[in-house]
């Protein structure tokens, strides 16, 4: 890939129909770009002080995931993808961006969104749990 189809957010104002990769390096607004990608990588996956991003939004979306070893703030979903094959962890940039170029060779999109989206359905209703055990306490 050339320059012309690697960018990143801070850079581009708008991107180019050729543009391959986007690296969307600013916080906020993430789930309408999960939404148009093919795979999407969790950057902050790879530093064990941020314990990783929400998984779940990419997963809802039934996209694959590709991210670094620590998704501690999110361990149940992250064993659940890694374990369906919609996790593709990688340990260093060099093994990420390989990974990546291999995924997209070989991709069953198909298989491992539906694989996301059957590891969120199975955490659906945690809200009400939630509720119940707080409701014990003001009671």
């Known amino acids: 890939m050339g320059p012309s189809t690697v960018n990143t957010r801070t850079l581009a104002a708008m991107a180019e129909p050729s543009l391959q990769v986007l690296i969307y390096d600013l916080t906020g607004f993430l789930l309408p770009i999960m939404s148009i990608a093919d795979i999407v990588f969790m950057g902050g996956t ?6 990783g991003h929400n998984l779940y939004e990419p997963a809802a ?13 999110f361990p149940d979903i992250g064993r659940d993808l890694e374990a369906g094959g919609a996790y593709f962890r990688v340990d260093n940039g060099e093994e990420a961006w390989r990974g990546l170029l291999a995924a997209f060779a070989g991709l069953d999109a198909a298989r491992i ?11 659906r209703g945690s809200l009400a749990c939630s509720l ?3 409701e014990r306490y003001l009671a």
Do not use: D, M, Q
């Open 132 to 134: 119940e055990r707080i």
């Open 46 to 51: 790879f530093s064990s002080r941020t314990g």
């Open 61 to 73: 979306l039934g996209k694959p995931v590709a991210g670094g070893p620590h998704y501690e703030n």
């Open 113 to 123: 969104g539906a694989a996301a989206r059957a590891a969120v359905e199975r955490r």
